[in-house]
């Protein structure tokens, strides 16, 4: 079914449906078979969506705090800060609306989750390595190996591969998955998992430029 196609017409002019020998049932089961399958097609483009900008965004972001930037004379570096400021006003406004809908237990765990993030970025204000090593244990509960409350262990064969989907942090693999933070985040939406393993890059990015004078070399 052409998805541009009013499915209310497929209904009264496709002969199929009409006049098939499966029941009147059946047969509308079927086609809000197809509209589901649609309907999903559309979540993931959205969700995909939300990635990107959220992409772009913190693309943004590090080409402000470049080295290349500071190195601009005044008039440069405000030129520039404009150019960005307006590319940020814009990205921003481009309105992405996907409603998750969540049971009392989902709702309750994904409160828990940002209540263990927000506490982690206060803790980020005083003791910054500490915040670090917190945020690369909840990195690691986020990632497909940290769903069994083990610690992440990396053999020879499979270094390669995950350094190539591992997160910017390059001692990511070194940590334990944080269990509370771990089975919380097992009790959440698949939509509400993957908008935590992003906001939990991104504040790891942010650690790792921001507070690098204050943080050791190796932990």
């Avoid at 909840?138 to 020879?156: F, H, M, N």
């Amino acid at each position: 079914m052409d998805v541009k196609s009013n499915f209310a017409d497929a209904i009264i002019q496709d002969p199929a449906f009409l006049e098939g020998s499966a029941s009147p049932k059946s047969r509308v089961i079927n086609l809000l078979d197809e509209v589901d399958k649609h309907i999903d097609a559309l979540r993931r483009d959205l969700l995909s969506l939300e990635e990107r900008k959220d992409a772009l965004l913190t693309t943004l972001d590090t080409i402000r705090q470049s080295d290349l930037v500071a190195q601009l004379s005044s008039e440069d570096n405000a030129e520039v800060e404009d150019y960005a400021d307006r590319l940020m006003r814009t990205c921003s406004s481009i309105d992405i609306n996907i409603t998750t809908y969540r049971d009392q237990r989902q709702e309750e765990a994904l409160f828990e989750v940002n209540r263990l993030i927000d506490s982690l970025v206060m803790v980020l204000r005083s003791d910054p390595q500490t915040a670090r090593s917190r945020c690369l244990s909840y990195v690691s509960a986020c990632s497909s190996r940290g769903t069994s409350c083990k610690p992440v262990e990396l053999g020879c064969e499979e270094e390669e591969e995950e350094e190539v989907e591992a997160s910017s942090s390059s001692q990511q693999q070194q940590f334990y998955p944080d269990a509370v933070f771990e089975e919380v985040m097992f009790l959440c939406t698949p939509d509400d998992r993957k908008r935590v393993q992003r906001r939990l890059s991104g504040l790891l990015a942010y650690i790792e430029r921001e507070m690098a004078p204050l943080l050791p070399t190796t932990l």
